[in-house]
C-alpha cells in the first residue's frame, strides 16, 4: 500500500470514527446514518470532484439553508448542528485537494466527537473516543510525514 492511499483511508476512518461516536451517542436520527455512510464510501471510490468557486459558494449556501430549515422547523439546535457538521464533512470528502481540505475534515470529526460527549455518558463514547484518538494520532503521523514526500 503506498502512503497516499494509507493517508486517504486513514482520513477516512476519522470521519468515520466521528461519525461513529455521534451515532451511538444518539446525536444522529439513525436513517440518517447510513445516508451518510454511503456517502463517505462512494466518495472513497470515486476520488474528489472539481468545481468552481461559484459552484463551491452554492453548495455551502444550501447546506446553510438546509440547516436554518432544519433548525426552524425540526427546532432542536444539536441535531441541526450535527447534521450541518455531516453535510460539509462529506462535502469536504468530495472536494478534497489540498492538505487544508483534510484539516477541515479533521476538525469537524472533532467537533462531531465533542457534541458526542455532550448526549451520552457511557462506556461506549469512552471506547469509541479511544477509537478515535487512537485513529487521530496515526492520521496525523502520516499528515506530518507526507510533508517530507512532497
Do not use: N
Amino acid at each position: 500500500m503506498t502512503y497516499g492511499r494509507s493517508f486517504e483511508i486513514s482520513s477516512y476512518c476519522v470521519l468515520l470514527t466521528g461519525l461513529l461516536t455521534i451515532s451511538l451517542a444518539g446525536g444522529v436520527w439513525i436513517p440518517t446514518v447510513p445516508f451518510f455512510l454511503v456517502l463517505i464510501l462512494l466518495s472513497l471510490f470515486w476520488g474528489p470532484i472539481r468545481q468552481t468557486k461559484r459552484s463551491h459558494a452554492l453548495i455551502i449556501a444550501g447546506c446553510l439553508l438546509i440547516f436554518t430549515a432544519d433548525y426552524f422547523l425540526l427546532g432542536d439546535f444539536g441535531d441541526a448542528a450535527v447534521r450541518l457538521l455531516l453535510m460539509l464533512g462529506v462535502y469536504k470528502l468530495w472536494t478534497r485537494q489540498s492538505h487544508r481540505d483534510y484539516l477541515v475534515l479533521y476538525l469537524v470529526s472533532f467537533a462531531l466527537v465533542l457534541i458526542a460527549a455532550t448526549y451520552t455518558v457511557s462506556i461506549s463514547y469512552l471506547f469509541t473516543l479511544c477509537l478515535f484518538l487512537f485513529i487521530s494520532i496515526l492520521t496525523l503521523i502520516l499528515f506530518e510525514s507526507g510533508k517530507g514526500y512532497s
